[in-house]
């Protein structure tokens, strides 16, 4: 959290017009700009109509012109919106539609709103001219790493137009996304077996731990016109370790993929194209012998192994771990041919028979 898969976020934004001209923008209490929320079904991390909190707006009001770089955001300047679906959403100062035909106002928008810990912060000023810019450190503890989104832009909505009318801001997913998959082959077909057999009877394979590495991007600037992301820094290697138990207390591993980072498990990254990342899985394979002291053997295995993928923003990769297994096999059986020597023969002296 489907090799490639853009989750939509989509926000709602109510704009009502005034009746009051003259005024850049006019002032009318009954009719201020709101705030409401939905959001296409997607991972449980993800920005959801259920969980979603916060997100900031950019607007920038143009009096008889449409939007250009040239203007800085006179509307709203990371304008913080906050409450929920189910209550509504807030912000202050509350404002309010412009009358004049040809003023139009565009927006900018991205979510979650920066609170201090979820690595976001303000990149472009208030007096910046052109589409604002938020800057992304990832936080160093997974817990805290957010699913930043970016709004496709909605420009040049004329004030009067608008009045009674909703404005779409389509979000979109502007970080990479890190899942896995495990199964085994219990037999190797290039060692003499069937790929694919299914384990012997009393035998199971149990994964224990996953620990991936990479040097994965640490900040980077997000563009809010087209999503891109621009002085994309990386620190040295981190790595990102899961644990399911050890021996059989660890995930039983199945013929069939099963998820092993998937859901709101997912690890989240900026977007650098290529990248290669390091895996190591230690699992284990226990066999069912009451000959056995403990009426069983213990098999315990590292792997390690290198891949490369290309993380885009939007996208989500999930790694397939195939654990190759192979039984045990006895070929023929060799017996050689016991070869006499004279030099073990001897001689054996009997009594004489006297009688």
């Given at each position: 959290m489907?090799?490639?898969?853009c ?14 001209k ?16 939905y959001v296409?079904?997607?991972r449980t991390?993800?920005i959801t109509t259920?969980?979603i909190?916060s997100?900031?707006?950019?607007g ?9 770089s040239?203007?800085v955001?006179n ?5 913080k ?11 202050s100062?509350?404002?309010y539609?412009?009358?004049?035909q040809d003023?139009?106002?565009s ?13 976001i912060s303000?990149?472009s ?12 450190e990832m ?7 957010a699913?930043?989104l970016?709004?496709?832009p ?8 608008q009045?009674a009318?909703?404005v779409?801001?389509k979000?979109n997913?502007?970080?990479?996304a890190?899942?896995?998959k495990?199964r085994?082959?219990?037999?190797l077909q290039?060692?003499?077996g069937?790929v694919?057999d299914a ?10 731990s ?5 040097d994965?991007?640490?900040s ?12 994309v ?7 990102y370790?899961?644990?399911f138990?050890?021996a ?13 980072l998937?859901g709101d498990?997912?690890v989240?990254?900026?977007?650098r194209?290529?990248m290669?990342?390091?895996?190591s899985?230690?699992y284990?394979?226990?066999?069912d012998d009451?000959s ?8 315990v ?7 490369t993928?290309?993380?885009t ?6 790694l397939?771990?195939v ?13 050689s041919?016991?070869e ?5 023969e001897?001689?054996?002296d009997?009594?004489?028979?006297n009688?």
């Amino acid at each position: 959290m489907k090799r490639t898969i853009c989750l939509l976020a989509f926000a709602a934004i109510l704009l009502s017009s005034c009746s009051i001209k003259g005024e850049s923008p006019c002032i009318n209490s009954r009719q201020a700009v709101g705030f409401g929320t939905y959001v296409g079904t997607t991972r449980t991390t993800a920005i959801t109509t259920a969980n979603i909190t916060s997100f900031g707006v950019y607007g920038y009001y143009s009096d008889g012109a449409p939007w250009s770089s040239n203007l800085v955001p006179n509307f709203m300047f990371n304008q913080k919106v906050e409450g929920s679906n189910a209550s509504g959403f807030t912000y202050s100062p509350v404002k309010y539609w412009p009358n004049e035909q040809d003023d139009k106002l565009s927006f900018f928008a991205y979510a979650p709103y920066m609170n201090g810990t979820n690595g976001i912060s303000e990149n472009s000023l208030n007096i910046t001219p052109g589409a604002p810019s938020i800057k992304y450190e990832m936080p160093s503890s997974e817990d805290s790493q957010a699913d930043i989104l970016w709004a496709t832009p909605v420009l040049n909505l004329a004030g009067r137009d608008q009045g009674a009318s909703k404005v779409l801001l389509k979000f979109n997913h502007s970080l990479s996304a890190l899942g896995m998959k495990i199964r085994y082959l219990a037999e190797l077909q290039d060692l003499g077996g069937t790929v694919g057999d299914a384990l012997a009877s009393g035998s199971k394979v149990y994964l224990n731990s996953v620990t991936f590495s990479s040097d994965f991007p640490s900040s980077g600037v997000l563009n809010l016109q087209d999503g891109s992301w621009s002085d994309v820094r990386s620190s040295a290697s981190r790595s990102y370790t899961r644990s399911f138990g050890e021996a059989a207390q660890g995930l039983e591993v199945g013929k069939e993929n099963s998820d092993i980072l998937s859901g709101d498990d997912l690890v989240l990254m900026i977007p650098r194209g290529s990248m290669e990342i390091a895996v190591s899985v230690t699992y284990t394979v226990i066999t069912d012998d009451a000959s056995l002291k403990d009426g069983k053997s213990v098999i315990v295995n590292t792997i390690s192994k290198s891949t490369t993928i290309n993380a885009t923003n939007g996208s989500k990769t999930d790694l397939v771990l195939v654990l190759g297994l192979t039984s045990v096999k006895f070929d023929a059986p060799e017996v050689s041919v016991w070869e006499f020597s004279s030099s073990l023969e001897t001689e054996i002296d009997l009594p004489q028979n006297n009688a």
